[in-house]
């Protein structure tokens, strides 16, 4: 009996029990079953979702057949979800179905995700791919995905839903799942011994590390005797069974050789390959096996030739073959390697040369091929041809398993001694094993490991061999389950034996049936479950030699599997366990005989944190068998059968710890008490039973412990009554000497290291306010342990912290001096006991401190918070990194040291020291840096958190906007840590309130869908314009989406016919304006829509209709009464299209299937799609769409499709290079053609565009041979026949603005152009002349001349001044060139004059202009100054009449007008967007003058088509300068030219005029114009000063050059947005610029929502107080952080302070509270009401509703309501919230010292460090410092004094009663029962007295006088406010000559 005793004592109780069914199980019932399937196959292809293509009927009957749904198997893993949920998941594989599954406890199991492919599921497994990092991340991305494996592919489908399919080159036996990606095992197929055996064996390991990457094979690096080799994985006895991630290591078999061995996993290094690669020799050497490998799998591709057989036969084979991977795998992978290349010659297979379909379901795996085996070895296959061609680059290797460890050869090994199980287990001391299971020899062979100290490499240590039939790990708990032969279940940590495990419900075998044999007997036992990743697969056991019969049988019977053997054994039997499978975490199921599953949990070691601390601590300081055996007791005494509820645990704990060391616990009252219901367990001595109904003498004992006790008997009146005499019966007699301890016990000897380290615990647990309950539980332990190891220190020491609870400990052991010598008595107890509290103390005292001890990792708290204070206290800046030496000393045990110190070193050079030298700072940051956040700091005692929350709330004030989240979190500034998020948001869609749509103000629903304006943010455009409507005004008059009103009046003369074509003509008129709307309302709804990915985009129509009064008839164009001229819609609802694709912010998801789901059904639309299609390349979208559909839209040779692709793809691979889309652009370029390429017809229009795109893609690079052929293409002639003839100057131009644009701004540093004489050829074309010989390509086109147009040999000006000028300007753009800048003056000669049309002059002024881009000023005098002095003296006195006759009056006056308006337009350019006062002044004067003459009834000698082209382009200058701001001024002028449809007003007027308009309103304010030489070309482009006279006009410049003006706009709105609300918001800016050459640094203030200058113009922007929380934006810095808030809307988060109202509520500042007029002291203790103006904080309105307001019966209560209403308006009204619970626990203690009644000095404490604080020199010299009067402290000056002389008040009354107390103590006398302790040790903790041994040694009663005295205690850091208290004491009794104070 007494061996099953032991059994049963020993025993734990596995909880939860349930059975278990794999949730995919049932989830497969209800799934289509195999005639669905079929169905699915007869549909085409095309619609179907499949992975594999679609196999026939047959094939398909054939694969779902019964027998294939029976085969089921699962893997279960843990998963975590973001809120640390544990739950498990379950990957189930049936037939073809593969279920991922997720559930947990408390949540039941739900389908993730479920996958059906269309041939049988081989493997499914989970796989983290590992995508590199990119520019755009930074750091590596992990897909995690799911991989099913087929037999010819495998399908990835990640979490992030991207699917991959990756065709398999060869039949694949398994796939594992490592740290770098996949890794494949390759099938090992022989065929009767054919191979030649000249060939060496092929690669059998390959890696795939990521699903779009190349399979290539696996290199090994094997430690030969003399040297490492290195060769590829070629063995063909090699099976891997197990691998692992962290660390990286795999575990092979070698079934030759019959061992095991283990090898680490890593990349290959670029030597390993190229040594790879190198290697030489002939053939039969193993090194060759590279080279043939890889011509092997690269020449597949060529059986592709319908010559090949290969190719052949396997498409007559099709019939056969379910799917020829080679016509599916291009459809699906996009990218298709070399390697998948040999899927697509045959089916898979390198060496398996059976072509037969149907060898890949196994049916016959032995019909040898002849033909099939001919791609070795026959001479005429068309592999031996090329495979030694060497030009084929072999395939590199990506990974690379060096070996590790190799089983050592045992005697007894035989074939079938693989592995069935590997894992890794780690034991309770962190120990790691690898682990594997032998079944046939009922072994584990249990392999330790350990990181070696470069913790690259992994030492192999020990094997230990435990006797078991199956066994599984589990983590969570360090320990492994293991399934012995008898079939009990036994826990193991590590190696270490635990316990048996009791299943409540089986039968322990133990006492079953005793004689059962071994189950060796049978070969079913050694196969083990279905297949899983980590457990054996049958393909392997094939290989092993398994009979093959047998496998049959298991896998048709799987839930019967007993054998009539043992069915006739166990007849009567229970079931037992037969297997353990699927552990996570503390889970394991248990398989039993009958088929069922059980799912257990074993208990985990500790659940209390407390214990769980303390177990820590032990852990750490004891040697590990020691640790180990601790730790084994205690879980058997915790979890044995019925085991204790949680609140119980420490007190089992306790009791199992102290008889551990010795201590008879029934012997010592307290412990005896200590209450738990456990069965009898070995570690505690047995108790007397307790009878169940009748109390005992112990229940009051136990009551007298209890925490509810404590309580009471710590007020003094209760014990007065006497309670604490009563001691326990029988506990007075017991005889001193029965109180020893056991000295053999366990941890007898290290008692004295336990007690240091729990107490070091307990100081931890001090300095977290929610663990203080567990360190008053502690105390009861470390005082009696400080007790019996006679340590006074320390007992007087936790007699100070709980006076009250300590003096009910009386007992103490005796430990004789011969056994405290067999105690290791550690160095560390001989100092003084170490107080945090004391510490932290004397740190704000000033004075000296010795290092404080801590344990690293478990006192984490203690350790975060002494370095706090060294550095903000101490003022130490080092103290945080290299001076932590000096401020904590670490407690090294002996088997951790070599582990703790690097990391030390490695954790402090992580933290780099912030840029402000500023300690406040410096500390925020590092406590951010090491996790801290502010729950923490609530966590912390409010006394040792004031530091901290002082360095916070200095850092709140002036917090830098670079900061990480994590430091804005922590010092409460939501405002930046919103901002700070900002980055993550960026790749997200929209950003916060922004997008938020108010109610439509005006206009109706019906209306408000079609204008296309409705996507404007009406919360921002009404705070910018806040004051009128004007943005209602500018959708009126860009809206051309309803009928205009046509209004004539109908005389009597005229008839109703003519009345009806009058009418008409009006239209015509009116919708030249229509028209020419779209081009503006692009500018104006720039950027301000996200479009829905499931709808099109809403483009409005364009309404060529009218509606005539008083009837409203409609009017139409298409009656057919007037002429309307062809294709006049054609190019405005192309910018139709452009302004509604304008919309589209640049930071919406796009994708390529969208942009083609909006083309239009109707041809009829194509026009508006084209115009889409710019629009989207313009806002940089167009890169998303697929290159096939690039080439589809251009072959449909649409004319405007093809314009509209050309410069959308152009503008948005601006300035790259970019080759593919520059081929895509040469074919429309004839020039760009080699000479003798075929004529292509390529449209005049789309030859323009073409050009400019190439100018886009090169931009600024300065490409010699682009700008070669574009300077040529400039004068380019007209050809023979007709080509080249039509719009000669629109194409010259689009050469020229294309040159520009490739040599922008260069000037003369053109590399390597010199040859060309670009300048000169330019200036020719300039001013004429006669042409050059032309080098190069293209001469042979221009050899034969025109027909048609005669120009001779001379330069056709006309044609090719205009784009000569504008490259001119653009090559020297900014470059300050005066030579060049001369010849683009206007000429001073009549003559001249005359031979140079006006709107040159304009051209060459606003050249000159931008080249002298330093000398353009805004004003008027610098824009007549371009005028040349023969125009300026003669322009004057037109009136009088002695004008020289050669003068010609209109030319002069021509000129004129465009040179000014040429100079307006270059202060335009210089200004763009700046919104210079000057600048608009200066323009807007011009453009009132031109008006004026507009308007004149003369008509001048200009004329009304100049005039109003210079008014135009001055009209554009100016809303060039004000974009973006909304000027009412330009509106009116916009305005009023809108209603102008008469005389001379054309299209293009009308074009420039809303233009300006739209410039004007950029992006509905949000935008403006940068001045970057990029953007000045763009609008060179756009704004060129000719403007089509009609719709269909693109003879000088292409009508969709227009819209590139949106390549100059740049986002620089800035918006606060309230971090609360989220609302946007008004807030004073501080804008300081940077000093230049024009003026001072100066700082201007701008009330925001605003614009903000270039960027580069700024030195910092900084949010003003007083109403929001102040924010420094330094762009000295960089302007990084501005650019990233105005890419998102430019909201910039703001924090509106306590107390203050908005702007907009209270726009001067006199609603507010603390207006200055209010400052009325009866305010003070205000009203609670009005906290809710204050702050929105639930907590706060709480606090005064409940605590500051006196209700009735709390009448003499009223001084404690208007005390807690002064501290909350206190502390709103500073903006510290959180201090209220600081000022709250200060008074509450206060209180309770008045009262007398403190029974622990804890809040004491913290009022003492409190007050140590405030008279610190650190916040000393704060507050004298002037700059931060009002930021002084965070307790407000009041309140700290008044605290304090209660407390002090308090103390003295007691010492002046009881001074005879504290002489008592002083003198080192034993207390009596009745005296007041709790006050004594009150008096001694507030007035910092130290330690009665220190006062003892240091001799203080021999002083006479005070100030002897005063020198004596300095010493020990007494301080004065004590002494004077004391010196009485001590001096009196000097003074009558007594005894002397201490002995």
Known sequence: MSHSYEERATMIAAGELQSFVPFGREHCKNHPNAVNLQLRQLQPASELWSSDGAAGLVGSLQEVTLQEREKECW?????????????????????????????????????????????????????????????????????????????????????????????????????????????????????????????????????????????????????????????YVSDNALRVLFTCLEPSIILSYDTQQCTHTVWALRKVTPEEQSNVLKCPGPIHTPNSAPSFLSTHLRNVTRLDSPASPLHCHALHNQSRIPAIPGLHSRVHSPSISNMAALSRAHSPGIAAPSFSGAQRFNMSCHTPSPRGHSILASPNSTLNDTALLPEMEPILPDLCIEQLWTETSASSRDKGCQASKVFITSDLCENMYLCFLVESHQQ??????????????????????????????????????????????????????????????????????????????????????????????????????????????????????????????????????????????????????????????????????????????????????TAMKVLVKWYNSYNAPGGPSMHLEWNLFVTCLMTMMGYNTERLTWTRNLHFDVPLSPVIAPKKARPADTGSDEDWGYLRCSEYHWQVFMRPAMAVQGLETVSPPGGVEIHESTLRLESSALLFPHIPVLFYVLHLLYEDLKLDELQRSGARALVGLLQQLAKDLRLDDYIDLYWRDYPSFIKTFKEACVIDQDQLELMAWPVFLNGDAPCVFDWLSRCLRGQDVAP??????????????????????????????????????????????????????????????????????????????????????????????????????????????????????????????????????????????????????????????????????????????????????????????????????????????????????????????????????????????????TEPLPVPKLNLTGRAPPRNTTVDLNSGNIDVPPNMTSWPSFHNGVAAGLKIAPVSQV?????????????????????????????????????????????????????????????????????????????????????????????????????????????????????????????????PELEYCTDRESYSLAAGLALGMVCLGHGSNLIGMTDLNVPEQLYQYMVGGHHRTHAGTNREKHKSPSYQIK????????????????????????????????????????????????????????????????????????????????????????EQANISEDLNMETLVQAHDYIIAGGCLAVGFRFAGSA??????????????????????????????????????????????????????????????????????????????????????????????????????????????????????????????RHLAVLAAEPRLLVPVDVDTLKPCYALLDVTYKETQWYEETTVELMAPTMLPELHLLKQIKVKGPRYWELNIDISKGTQYLQSIFSRDGVLYVKLRAGQLPYKDDPHGWKSLLAPNNRNPELRTFKPEAISTFTSDAALVSFAKYFCRASENMKQKQET?????????????????????????????????????????????????????????????????????????????????????????????????????????????????????????????????????????SDLEGCSCFPELLLKSSQLGVPVRALLRLSPLFLQNHESGGQPCFF
């Not at 010299?1821 to 931060?1828: P, T």
Request: charged share 20%; proline share 5%.
């Open 1476 to 1601: 210079n006062s000057d600048a608009f002044d200066c323009l807007y004067k011009f453009a009132r003058k031109f008006m004026q003459c507009l308007t004149t009834s003369t008509t001048t000698v200009t004329g009304q088509y100049n005039l109003q082209t210079c008014l135009s382009m001055v009209l554009l200058a100016v809303s060039m300068v004000m974009a973006g701001s909304g000027n009412l001024k330009v509106l009116q002028l916009c305005r009023f030219l809108h209603k102008r449809t008469f005389g001379e007003m054309n299209y293009g007027f009308h074009m420039a005029h809303h233009m300006a308009l739209g410039l004007l309103f950029l992006g509905g304010g949000r935008y403006t114009l940068s001045t970057s030489n990029s953007a000045i070309a763009a609008l060179l482009c756009a704004l060129y000063p000719h403007f089509p006279a009609h719709s269909t006009d693109n003879r000088y410049h292409l009508q969709a050059l």
């Open 1351 to 1438: 120009e001779g040999d001379t330069i056709n000006v006309d044609v090719t001044c205009a784009g000569a000028t504008l490259a001119l300007a653009m090559i020297y753009l900014k470059t300050n060139n005066r030579s060049i800048a001369d010849w683009l003056k206007a000429p001073d000669t009549m003559f001249l004059l005359d031979f140079i049309k006006p709107e040159f002059l304009l051209l060459r002024t606003l050249a000159r202009c931008l080249i002298m881009w330093n000398e353009i000023f805004p004003n008027a005098d610098w824009v007549t100054s371009n005028v040349p002095q023969i125009i300026q003296e003669n322009i004057g006195n037109q």
């Open 852 to 1093: 404080f001890p801590y344990l690293p990792s478990i006192c984490e708290r203690t350790k975060l918070l002494v370095l706090s204070y060294a550095l903000y206290m101490v003022g130490d800046e080092d103290a945080i990194s290299t001076n932590m030496q000096k401020y904590l000393s670490r407690l090294s045990a002996g088997q951790k040291k070599n582990i703790s110190e690097p990391f030390l070193r490695r954790e402090s050079s992580v933290k780099s020291a912030p840029s402000s030298g500023c300690l406040a700072e410096k500390l925020v940051v590092w406590l951010a840096s090491a996790g801290f956040t502010l729950k923490d700091l609530e966590s912390v005692p409010f006394g040792v958190a004031l530091p901290i929350r002082d360095a916070i709330y200095q850092c709140r004030e002036h917090p830098c906007s670079d900061w990480s989240e994590e430091v804005c979190a922590l010092i409460g500034r939501q405002d930046l840590t919103r901002q700070a998020h900002k980055v993550t948001l960026a790749h997200r869609k929209s950003t916060v309130g922004l997008n938020v749509m108010l109610e439509p103000l005006l206009t109706s629903e019906a209306e408000e869908e079609e204008d296309g304006m409705t996507d404007l943010h009406p919360e921002v455009t009404g705070l910018i314009w806040s004051q009128d409507l004007r943005v209602q005004e500018v959708r009126r008059l860009l809206q051309s989406s309803r009928p205009v009103r046509v209004n004539v009046p109908h005389l009597p003369e005229v008839s109703d016919h003519e009345y009806i074509e009058e009418k008409e003509n009006k239209l015509l008129q009116l919708c030249q304006r229509t028209m020419s709307l779209p081009v503006g309302r692009g500018l104006f709804t720039l950027f301000s829509y996200h479009p829905v990915p």
């Open 1761 to 1897: 309501v208007a005390l807690l209403s002064a501290v909350l308006y206190e502390c709103v009204t500073q903006e510290n919230p959180e201090m209220l619970s600081t000022h709250m626990s200060i008074d509450q203690a206060v209180r309770t010292l008045k009262r007398g009644d403190l029974c622990e000095t804890f809040s004491l404490w913290q009022m003492k460090l409190v007050l140590e604080l405030c008279e610190s020199k650190v916040l000393q010299l704060r507050l004298r410092d002037a700059h931060r009067q009002g930021h002084g402290l965070l307790l407000s000056s009041e309140f700290l004094p008044v605290m304090k002389c209660s407390a002090d008040r308090a103390l003295d009354h007691w010492l002046c009663d009881n001074s005879h107390v504290l002489r008592a103590y002083l003198r080192g006398q034993p207390m009596n029962k009745d005296t007041h302790g709790n006050m004594l040790a009150c008096f001694l903790v507030y007035h910092s007295i130290p330690s009665l041994k220190n006062m003892v040694t």
């Open 75 to 231: 893997q279960l893993r843990k998963g975590t979800a973001p809120d640390d949920v544990e739950y498990e998941e379950e990957l189930y594989v049936a037939g073809n179905m593969v279920i991922w599954s997720c559930g947990s406890k408390n949540q039941a199991s739900y389908v993730y995700k479920a996958f059906t492919v269309d041939s049988p599921v081989q493997q499914a497994l989970w796989c983290n791919f590992t995508v590199p990092a990119s520019k755009k991340y930074g750091k590596d991305v992990v897909e995690q995905t799911v991989c099913i494996v087929q037999s010819t592919c495998v399908n990835v489908h990640s979490m992030s839903g991207k699917d991959f399919i990756s065709p398999l080159p060869f039949q694949v036996s398994t796939l594992w799942s490592t740290k770098f990606g996949l890794l494949l095992e390759r099938k090992n197929i022989t065929v009767d011994g054919h191979v030649s055996p000249s060939r060496e064996p092929l690669p059998i390991l390959f890696s795939m590390l990521h699903p779009l990457d190349e399979i290539a094979p696996v290199v090994c690096k094997s430690t030969g005797l003399f040297e490492a080799r290195l060769q």
């Open 1151 to 1279: 994708e390529s299937a969208w942009i083609a789901y909006n083309k239009p059904k109707s041809a009829d639309l194509a026009n508006e799609y084209a115009g889409f299609l710019m629009a989207l390349g313009l806002n940089g979208h167009l890169t998303k769409l697929a290159t096939l559909n690039i080439h589809d839209y251009l072959t449909k040779s649409h004319e405007m499709t093809s314009i509209g692709l050309l410069l959308g793809v152009s503008a948005a691979k601006l300035g790259t290079m970019d080759m593919s889309i520059t081929r895509l652009l040469s074919i429309h370029i004839p020039a760009l053609l080699p000479p003798t390429s075929t004529e292509l017809d390529v449209p005049h229009s789309v030859q323009v565009a073409a050009v400019v795109g190439i100018g886009l893609v090169y931009q600024g690079t300065g490409h010699r041979h682009n700008a070669e052929v574009l300077l040529a293409e400039i004068g380019r002639p007209p050809g």
């Open 444 to 625: 584990l062979r249990c392999v330790k490991f350990l990181e070696s100290n470069e913790t690259s490499q992994l030492i192999f240590a020990s094997v230990t061999t435990i006797t078991a039939k199956d066994a599984a790990p589990l983590e969570d708990i360090h320990a492994m389950l293991v399934l012995e032969a008898n079939g009990s279940l036994v826990l193991y940590t590590g190696v270490t034996r635990v316990s048996k495990v009791f299943v409540p419900g089986l039968l322990s075998p133990t006492f079953s049936v005793q004689n059962h044999p071994p189950q060796l007997s049978t070969p079913l036992e050694n196969v083990s479950t279905p297949a899983r990743a980590t457990i054996q697969h049958i393909s392997q056991l094939e290989e092993v030699g398994m009979p093959s019969p047998v496998l049959e049988v298991r896998n048709s019977t799987q839930h019967h599997e007993s054998s009539w053997l043992e069915d006739s054994l166990f007849q009567q039997a229970a079931p037992h366990i037969h297997t353990l499978k699927d552990p996570v975490s503390n889970r394991v199921t248990l398989e039993l005989s009958t088929g069922s599953m059980l799912r257990i949990t074993i208990p985990e070691v500790a659940t209390s944190e407390l214990v769980k601390r303390c177990m820590q601590a032990i852990r750490f300081i004891l040697p590990k068998d």
